[in-house]
């Protein structure tokens, strides 16, 4: 039996209360040793499952504070360990008090992601839900935790078993027909044997092919906004902010650092980096700018690239609207509150968006919103259904995937059944990793490693 862990359940800092969670064998034991249950009567060590004590927490023969522990019984809990949760009120001082009395009590500090990894051990939940979990607690915006949340239902986990069971019965049916050539096995026809590659590929294509959409809910991206002096950059930020964060004069080259907010625009969480207008200058400091604004450009996952409704088309929009064409990037014609002048065809082309407003006026930050959702290709992603949360399971499912696309080779070209499941077996195995049902500790090791202590 592994030994009793203790850990902040909770974020650090201060909040109304602080969780402090054993889980091990001995959890009830430690708790009982650092909690006293306002009713004498109750005994901690016995205490059922799913019930709840009040009482004094104490260290060294001191009160450190009151309030309630949770007991969880084995098999019936996160970790399927015996757990006690004892809240406390919230402070960095009275848990780390408790946590130390713990300590002194028995227990260990627990290792980053450890409970999930004993959660995974005892085969509570499987690796992508360990990996949800990690998720969860790092989702940027609503939506990317309404993902996470999916897959650590065990959305993802099902899809995947579905697909295992079909390659399963595929490679089983292909076995025995090979290796028992005297018993009667019926022949797999070989449509039947191309419609299961073709529906288990379909299925993971579209996994694999959410998994970026999912990424940029979960994670959000960093835009730059682009474009010449006095376009409207600032402003815009500071509409998207909802606040002044960035100077806004009339004076061409004000903004000549990059300025950096993260707001939310269309439900993504987006960094937005304004930059120093581009264009030729002959101050230092300036042209620094202009230099660090070029690579934001290049190294943002979004480009939001701004133009002046009112102003003609110049030389540098055209540069702009070329250095635009296949990234992902949005053409915003600001000032539309005044007469229009700009030639918005003339740059159109190099982008998949374009949108018309007038930040000055604090007007089209919702249909900017959807624009970012239809280029970041989150516009239809649903939510519910399953997505792959992390590199490993994409890298794992497009392993699936190819092994899936030769199996289908070897069948097209005649290369016998032997060689179809031998693929068929390569595409099990990758699966097998993404769940973890056969995960070397080498894999284990580096999912529960990026745990944060305490989950
Ligand atoms: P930047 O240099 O591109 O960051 O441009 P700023 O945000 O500093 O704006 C330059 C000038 O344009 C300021 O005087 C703004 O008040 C003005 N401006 C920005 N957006 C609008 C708008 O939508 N309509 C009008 N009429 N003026 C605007």
Redesign the pocket.
Known sequence: MAETIVALATPPGVGGIAVVRLSGEAALTVAAKVFFPHNAAKKVENAKGYTALYGKFMADGRELDDGVALFFRAPHSYTGEDVAELSCHGGPVVAQSLIDACIAAGARPAGPGEYTRRAFVNGRIDLTQAEAVMSLIDAAGRQGAALARTALDGALARRIQEFKQRLVALAGHIAAWVDFPEEDVPALAPEALAATLDEVSAGLAELIKNFGAGAVLREGVDAAIV??????????LNLLAGFDR?I???I?G??RDVVEQAVMLGGVRVTLR?TA?LRDTGDVVEAEGIRRSRRAMEEAGLILA?FDG?APLAEADRQLAADCAGRPAIAIV?????PQQFDTAAVAGSFSEVVT?????GEGAEALGEAVRRVLGVAGLDPNVPCLVSRRQYAAACEARDALAEAKNALGGGFGLDAVSVCVDDALSALCRLTGEDASDAVVEEVFSTFCVGK
Not at 228 to 235: A, D, E, R
Not at 334 to 338: A, E, H, M, R
């Open positions: 474009g010449s002096p006095n376009v409207g950059k600032s402003t815009l960035a806004v004069t009339p061409a004000t903004t304004d207008g701004v009112s600001n000032k539309s509150d005044l407003l007038a930040a000055g006026r």
